[in-house]
């Protein structure tokens, strides 16, 4: 994805929040958390579709907002017993000097073990990815424009997290991920939208699973493939995890597949694409991902969805939308928007705020 123009966006969301992100299936999984860059406009869609203006969650240059840039500076590392260099937050950005700087370098021994799914190390000979640019199969380019590039490593964009190497991630530089965010109206035994009581607003659902490894609620998604496109991963992780498509014979693969697509076909809502405040990123490595919403309007399409849980979900079901939610990491923050632009319930207690 080099340095791309940006569009103006299509819809603005008043919303400043911070982020955070989810793991996954290898070499890590899904994530979420915006940051817009200083100098640079939102992120923007290709599709015929919205995408919401976030506000920036840090300064990439001057320093980190004492509630973002959290979870890329959290010890231990995931899966590990690693600590990191402490970073404090004026200490984050790049520009500020700090000559005593001194991070703790690790990568995974599952991610040293070469697996598809990893680059090889900086040193070793035969390795010499382009990076910031499209690499054979690899995407290397980021969401968020150019990346510098020192001592032969990526430097995260959004500054320092006391950690070099790769950690868990397998790509020097960007990881990509795409997470579907499936929606319908709440509906009674009559076919009526449900309304809520307090807001007045009609109450939206999505399709959450229940994540094995650490039994929260979450969207469904993972990583982009080498060579995939981002509709395909959407349709394709939204399968595994809410579907079971992996476990499914021919037959029902065929059949599910017609589902799938006419479900990923539609007009669709692309929430957020971007960097990622995510307790795996370092120095070197870091999650970027593409939060999309397909919304059915009628129910026709979602009601005759066979939700099944698989890959890494424990259990799948449709979750009504509010601020009680407890997701994991900032998942609630994607559905807040989602929630916002449908016009639907999120807040016994919130201001309308602004509906595109």
């Not at 690899?138 to 500054?159: D, F, H, T, W």
């Not at 991630?169 to 509906?187: E, Q, S, V, Y």
């Not at 407890?326 to 928007?337: N, V």
Request: proline letters at 6%; aromatic letters at 8%.
């Amino acid at each position: 994805m080099a340095a791309r123009g940006l569009a103006q966006a299509l819809a603005t969301v008043c919303l400043s929040a911070s982020l955070s992100c989810v793991t996954g299936r290898a070499p890590g999984g899904r994530c979420w958390a915006p940051l817009q860059l200083p100098g640079q406009g939102p992120p923007y869609s290709s599709s015929s579709s919205h995408l919401f203006h976030l506000s920036p969650v840090m300064s990439g240059s001057n320093g980190a907002d004492e509630n973002s840039h959290n979870k890329a500076r959290t010890s231990p590392y995931p899966g590990s017993k690693v600590e990191r260099s402490q970073v404090p937050n004026e200490k984050v950005g790049w520009l500020v000097e700090w000559q005593e700087y001194n991070p703790v370098e690790y990568t995974a021994v599952s991610v040293l073990a070469g697996p598809m799914w990893a680059d090889p190390q900086i040193s070793e000979r035969n390795f010499s990815p382009k990076f910031n640019e499209k690499d054979g199969h690899v995407e290397r380019k980021s969401q968020n424009g150019l990346y510098e590039i020192e001592n032969g490593r990526p430097r995260n964009p959004a500054g320092r997290t006391g950690l070099i190497g790769r950690g868990l991630l397998g790509r020097w530089g960007p990881n990509h991920a795409a997470d579907p965010i499936i929606t319908r109206w709440k509906r009674d035994s009559s076919g009526n939208k449900v309304i809520h009581p307090h807001s007045g607003k009609n109450i939206l659902q999505f399709v959450a699973i229940k994540r094995k490894d650490c039994g929260e609620w979450a969207i469904p998604g993972g990583m982009v493939d080498p060579g995939e496109k981002i509709s395909a991963t959407l349709k394709r992780e939204f399968g595994e995890e809410a579907m079971n498509s992996l476990q499914k014979s021919s037959a029902e693969k065929q059949d599910m597949e017609e589902q799938l697509h006419k479900l990923f076909s539609q007009e669709h809502l692309v929430v957020y694409k971007g960097y990622v405040d995510d307790p795996r990123n370092t120095d070197n490595a870091w999650m970027e991902t593409e939060a999309v919403n397909y919304h059915d309007e009628t129910g026709e399409t979602m009601d005759n969805l066979a939700l099944e849980a698989g890959d890494d979900a424990g259990k799948v079901k449709w979750v009504d939308i509010s601020d009680k939610l407890k997701l994991y990491a900032s998942h609630s923050q994607f559905i807040k928007l989602v929630a916002e632009k449908r016009g639907a319930h999120w807040s016994e207690d919130s201001e309308p705020g602004c509906h595109g």
